[in-house]
């Protein structure tokens, strides 16, 4: 990895900065990311999460623990403390909850016949409806407040390619087939009519996926909320974001903090910007994030033109308590980084979430602000 002196840079670099750089890391830094979603216990680190600012956790409903997420479900005995329910937990620490309903919400196949237990998309529409029910009652979540509801591959206008039948022998056996798209995108909707004939009785309904559910579920008033996926490629994602008219984006996945530099443990978690449109995201608990930080949030954010590199230059990089287990020397394609300061062709950046500078970029390989996602297509 190359590096830079600085010598490149002006006296002035860090005078540009956004916050104070002694407020970069801390819980007090305004621009710092305040929604998490993960799939552990989040109350194991709930004061290390206030402690770094973290406002709202996301977490998850699902009728079923599947393989490898044994602390995935909030409601789950087995993540309470001392006989305390993690949402409580949160809660005594300042931080809200979103709850977001998803078991295997990433099949086609569950939306148009149903899993294997079921049998049919409206016994598994049924079914994670009685569950999402079951859990919020359990964990306390007031009626009036959100369940989101998960529609995790890539709805489109297009063909989907789902595996046939209901995992029994029957329904022309288990190959993979490409459904018409017209299939696909009404058994979604019948999904969610389902869901609030039922759910919605009580609860808001909210909808995590592409841009083009998203926007669908939007104009059929299936959902009162919308929150886009870290799903780049996807149809109609970028189109979505650029209308502004949703509530959460996901903006980056795959962190892992709290590890001590030890990849083998810590809090995976995936971070999350609310659009500063809006104040009200459905959360539940502790209070809202405060409208003055949302707008921070989303200011000091750029995405990147393309696959940008980030280059280390010493004084600047590592400024605050670094987070994430790995240190990474790149931005994919249509990511977004934490403008901290800029001078010159240059922006000193944090391009992990974890509220420490990683190095600098290109101001050319950057937006001009957060209010425009570009489109995939025209990325190199």
């Not at 237990?117 to 009626?143: F, H, I, M, W």
């Not at 394609?333 to 300061?341: E, T």
């Amino acid at each position: 990895m190359s590096t830079v002196s600085r010598r490149v840079f002006t006296a002035g670099l860090l005078a540009g900065a956004f916050a104070p750089r002694e407020l970069f890391g801390k819980a007090s830094d305004p621009g710092r990311i305040a929604i998490i979603d993960t799939p552990k216990n989040a109350a194991r680190c709930a004061d290390k999460l206030a402690a770094c600012g973290i406002k709202v956790v996301v977490r998850y409903f699902a009728r079923k623990p599947q393989p490898g997420l044994a602390e995935k479900i909030m409601a789950a005995d087995g993540n309470m403390i001392g006989g305390v329910r993690e949402p409580t937990i949160l809660i005594r620490h300042g931080i809200s909850l979103v709850s977001l309903y998803q078991y295997r919400n990433n099949l086609a196949q569950k939306f148009l016949d149903g899993l294997e237990d079921t049998g049919s998309a409206k016994a598994e529409a049924l079914a994670d409806a009685q569950a999402a029910l079951e859990q919020a009652r359990l964990v306390g979540q007031p009626e009036g407040s959100a369940i989101y509801f998960g529609v995790d591959f890539n709805a489109s206008k297009s063909a989907q390619p789902v595996r046939t039948g209901n995992g029994k022998g029957n329904g022309g056996g288990n190959g993979n087939v490409a459904r018409p798209p017209r299939d696909v995108v009404e058994a979604v909707l019948e999904y969610f009519r389902l869901i609030n004939r039922t759910v919605g009785q009580s609860y808001a309904i909210g909808v995590y996926g592409n841009g083009f559910i998203n926007r669908l579920l939007r104009e059929e008033k299936l959902v009162a909320y919308n929150w886009i996926s870290a799903s780049r490629a996807h149809d109609g994602t970028a189109e979505f974001y650029n209308s502004g008219e949703w509530h959460l984006f996901q903006n980056q996945i795959d962190r892992r903090w709290f590890a001590g530099g030890k990849c083998a443990a810590g809090l995976d978690l995936d971070t999350n910007v609310q659009n500063p449109r809006v104040t009200d995201i459905g959360a539940w608990g502790a209070g809202p994030v405060d409208p003055a930080r949302t707008q921070a949030i989303f200011d000091q954010r750029r995405f990147v033109r393309r696959a940008t590199p980030v280059v280390r230059q010493n004084g600047t990089a590592g400024s605050g308590e670094r987070l994430n287990c790995r240190v990474e020397a790149r931005v994919l394609k249509q990511g977004n980084v934490r403008v901290l300061a800029q001078s010159g062709n240059w922006t000193n950046a944090d391009i992990d979430e974890d509220g420490s500078a990683d190095g600098l970029l290109a101001n050319s390989d950057l937006t001009a602000s957060l209010a425009v996602m570009p489109a995939w297509s025209s990325l190199s």
